[in-house]
């Protein structure tokens, strides 16, 4: 019973173009949603958040949307760059709760340079 | 001065074997949580411990038992090793109280079991 899915199980972009990744849930009591970023042979990398009560947030070259209507939220990667090439996967919690991170299979984005 | 450390990170074992991997924070986390990525990369979560409360994915077989001897350390210890424990195994710690609950992750175990 997977609460988090990543359809894309990878994406490929050219340098500087932007990079869109997916990811939809099905629980509508997740209440905080992360994005992390994995290299080969590393643990996962924190890399942006974002809570229910906003629609956006921005860091950099990092923004993640949510539509909690539609249980889906996206990562925008402008401009890509190649050492953004990683896995990428979708989390989320409830924060006042087992504080457990239910994963998505996450998304391979390869930049071409 | 790494953040969440985890020894060994490759282990290679025979089924029936018991076996411990080790967890270290230093970030003054108050919980600590043990993953498991199996071959088909997903990651679900197997254990969160915090200030000596454990709650248990209740999938995770009883052969798998953690162990907090302090707020620093989670080890993790499998008894009876089978085929399909071979997986990647990791650990990651959060501040609960007054943080955003963003954890971080060690690099990872790969235990084989042959």
């Known amino acids: 019973d997977q609460q988090v899915k990543q359809n894309s199980p990878s994406l490929s972009v050219q340098e500087g173009r932007i990079s869109i990744l997916n990811c939809d849930y099905t629980n509508s009591m997740f209440d905080y949603f992360l994005w992390y970023k994995k290299y080969p042979a590393e643990g996962p990398t924190f890399l942006i958040s974002?809570?229910?009560?906003?629609d956006k947030n921005e860091d950099g070259r990092f923004t993640v949307f949510l539509n909690k209507s539609a249980k889906h939220l996206s990562l925008h990667i402008v401009p890509s760059q190649p050492g953004d090439s990683a896995v990428y996967f979708c989390a989320a919690t409830i924060i006042r709760g087992a504080n457990n991170l239910f994963f998505g299979t996450g998304t391979r984005l390869t930049v071409i340079p | 001065d790494t953040a969440v450390s985890q020894t060994p990170k490759y282990l290679v074992t025979q089924m029936g074997n018991d076996k411990s991997i080790k967890c270290e924070q230093n970030?003054?986390?108050?919980?600590m949580y043990w993953y498991k990525q199996d071959s088909k990369k997903f990651l679900k979560i197997m254990f969160s411990y915090n200030n000596k409360e454990l709650i248990i994915n209740e999938t995770v077989p009883n052969r798998f038992s953690p162990k907090s001897p302090d707020k620093a350390h989670l080890n993790l210890h499998i008894n009876s090793l089978e085929l399909g424990d071979s997986a990647v195994y990791f650990c990651a710690s959060s501040l609960v109280r007054g943080g955003n609950n963003e954890q971080f992750f060690g690099p990872g175990t790969r235990l084989t079991v042959l």
């Open positions: 974002i809570s229910s009560i906003k």
């Open positions: 970030l003054g986390h108050d919980t």
